[in-house]
């Protein structure tokens, strides 16, 4: 098996394969997350951010306008950091999964009641899954 060339600093260069995986990962994330913030904004629609009834967008996920605005804004962080390469822009968003799923987590062990969220144990998993690949992205980049 032959070796990998070495860099002028020594050191061994990384896979242009590898790097673009990542950043598909993070670019099919964002679109992800834009696409929950129209469907859900079609949904719930623009008005109250305080707590809402018990909805569900795509007969799973809960869903308010409140969420809608956090999801928009992470799928145009994590569209962006793809986009222009800025992997570091992806950590901060694996602590702010890590945040949603414990409020979820919290919220629903303790009943939900006046969450403005309004996130269910659908919401939990799917966080965590999307900390664990923004993690995953930004240690391996």
């Given at each position: 098996m032959p070796s990998m060339?070495?860099?002028?600093?020594?050191?061994t260069p990384r896979s242009p394969h590898g790097l673009?995986?990542?950043?598909?990962?993070v670019l099919t994330l964002g679109v992800v997350y834009l696409a929950f913030a129209v469907i859900g904004l079609a949904i719930v629609g623009w008005h109250d951010f305080g707590y809402e009834e018990p909805v569900r967008m795509l007969g799973f996920?809960?869903?308010s306008t409140l969420l809608c605005v956090v999801?928009?804004?992470?799928?145009?962080?994590?569209?962006?950091?793809?986009?222009?390469?800025?992997?570091?822009?992806?950590?901060?968003?694996?602590l702010a999964f890590v945040a949603?799923?414990?409020?979820?987590?919290?919220?629903n062990t303790f009943?939900?009641?006046?969450?403005?969220?309004?996130?269910?144990?659908w919401n939990v998993f799917l966080?965590?899954?999307?900390?664990?690949?923004?993690?995953?992205?930004?240690t391996a980049e």
């Amino acid at each position: 098996m032959p070796s990998m060339p070495m860099a002028r600093d020594g050191t061994t260069p990384r896979s242009p394969h590898g790097l673009r995986g990542r950043r598909l990962v993070v670019l099919t994330l964002g679109v992800v997350y834009l696409a929950f913030a129209v469907i859900g904004l079609a949904i719930v629609g623009w008005h109250d951010f305080g707590y809402e009834e018990p909805v569900r967008m795509l007969g799973f996920l809960g869903v308010s306008t409140l969420l809608c605005v956090v999801h928009a804004l992470v799928g145009v962080v994590l569209t962006l950091s793809a986009l222009r390469r800025a992997a570091a822009l992806v950590a901060p968003l694996a602590l702010a999964f890590v945040a949603m799923a414990v409020f979820g987590a919290v919220a629903n062990t303790f009943g939900g009641n006046g969450d403005p969220l309004n996130l269910n144990w659908w919401n939990v998993f799917l966080y965590a899954g999307s900390a664990v690949a923004c993690g995953y992205v930004s240690t391996a980049e």
